[in-house]
């Protein structure tokens, strides 16, 4: 009997381990970090050499990519930590890349407040039930929209010890005014203008929208620190549909938020406060307004000149960016000529390395080994 009783117990005592292998994960100290050069330069310290990685570095571009594709839907690799993982770590194993971004994707969140997101070949996210009048607020759900973000904090604590502290690992959110976009357009626009309208027709129920969002995303990022991520970054992207006049409106008084209150939060929870990078593709124009918002760090698209950026910032902000993803189709020794162009114009001191946007799908192989390697020999 009491044998009995002792392997019931047993058994139940495995069952529980089983059930919460996360949170014993996130109990376990994660290994000690061999490349901090990313979290140097978004400081501004000294680097042995300029870092750099490069915006969906894990997606379409690789083979191994598309093959893991073949057999598992976008969003169940996003949902799937062990999937995630494999997909974060497949540009690590080619590449010799300063930093690691957690495979998800911005429109986590709008699942997350109920609405419906679809991952459509040749097309890209659909939300076939958008919003389309203030009425269908209703719909979203905010309450429990961080638990049912859970599987991004899992796959980041399990990325971490993975990553065996190779290289920091990035989180990432999108930003108030691009979710917003998405949430109303119903996937990607090349005007926004049902967005774009919903700011004139409707500006209470637009900035009760993206108030929303803002506190959501403050819970994710929050979330995200807990779980090891060691950076953060702001993905405005859909900024270029804004003017200067509106993005100072309706995208920089959210953004501030989001890092103020994220910081605030972490602070008095005595958690680290990581470095955060905001960018803000197509908001050239409004550089100096970014850079007093409290951003550690800035990213470029490449219309902008690094030069006339740190004028617009100052000493005291790192930048990232900025080459143009169309240059990585040209031969190597254009390419490595353009890289090295870019880094000497940004010089060695606050400065990571990047694309000014994504990497595009058809990208050559070859292009990513001469971007990186001529990156890390240009100064």
Known sequence: MAIGLRLSMLLLALITIVSYKPTLQRLQPFPALKNDNLLRAARGDVVDRVPVWVMRQAGRYLPEFQELRKQHDFFTVCRTPELACEVTMQPLRRFDLDASIIFSDILVIPQALGLTVEMHAGVGPVLPQPLSTPEDLKRLTP??????????????????????????????????????????EGGGSKTMSKSKAWLTEYPEDSKLLLNLLTDTIVDYLEMQVKSGAQMLQ?????????????FLVWAVPYLRRIRNDLVDRLTKKGLEV???????????HSLKEQSDLGYDVIGLDWTVDPREAREQVGPNITLQGNLDPQDMYR???????????????????????NLGHGITPQTPITSMEVLVEAVHQAL
């Open 234 to 246: 702001v993905f405005e992207s859909s900024a270029e549909h804004l003017s200067k006049e509106e």
């Open 331 to 353: 031969d190597p020794e254009e390419l490595r000529n353009l890289t090295t162009e870019m880094v000497h114009k940004f010089g060695k001191s606050r400065y990571i390395a």
């Open 274 to 284: 990581v470095p955060i990078t905001l960018f803000a593709k197509g908001a050239g």
């Open 143 to 184: 309450d429990g929209a961080l638990s049912r973000l859970s599987y991004v904090g899992d796959a980041i604590t399990m990325m971490r010890h993975k990553l065996d502290g190779r290289v920091p690992l990035i989180g990432f959110t999108g930003a108030p005014w691009t979710l917003m976009g998405y949430m109303i």
